[in-house]
Nanobody, 126 residues
Framework: EVQLQASGGGLVQAGGSVRLSCAVS????????IGWFRQAPGKEREGVSC????????IYLDSAKGRFTTSSDNAKTTVYLQMSSLKPEDTAVYYC???????????????????WGKGTQVTVSS
């Protein structure tokens, strides 16, 4: 059974940092891309970042470039989203998700994700 468990959210002051973790199990890590997404109240879900062991990391959200990074642990069981210089507009529920790209396609998160974890709330106070 594939499981993705996001954790690490909470209340943080503007300008602060938080690291989210996505514990991944039940899949072959190297065959998947792991993405972070977020959804703020009243807004559509948006892609934040993507990580794969084959193609590395990407930050999709323009407003997050230079502030957020994504990586994995050496054991390939956890994907992190390190968020710094947080702003109130970063307040959202953050989700991690996994996708196995079609054979021969790039290891990005620009597909319909196959598996989703439950979200973790990040609230940035001003």
């Amino acid at each position: 059974e594939v499981q993705l468990q996001a954790s690490g959210g909470g209340l943080v002051q503007a300008g602060g940092s938080v690291r989210l973790s996505c514990a991944v199990s039940g899949l072959t890590f190297d065959d998947y891309a792991i993405g972070w997404f977020r959804q703020a109240p009243g807004k559509e879900r948006e892609g934040v970042s993507c990580f794969s062991s084959r193609e590395g990391s990407s930050i999709y959200l323009d407003s997050a470039k230079g502030r957020f990074t994504t990586s994995s642990d050496n054991a390939k069981t956890t994907v992190y989203l390190q968020m710094s210089s947080l702003k109130p507009e970063d307040t959202a529920v953050y989700y991690c998700a996994a996708v196995e790209p079609p054979t021969g396609w790039s290891y990005s998160c620009d597909y319909d994700m196959d598996y989703w974890g439950k979200g973790t709330q990040v609230t940035v106070s001003s």
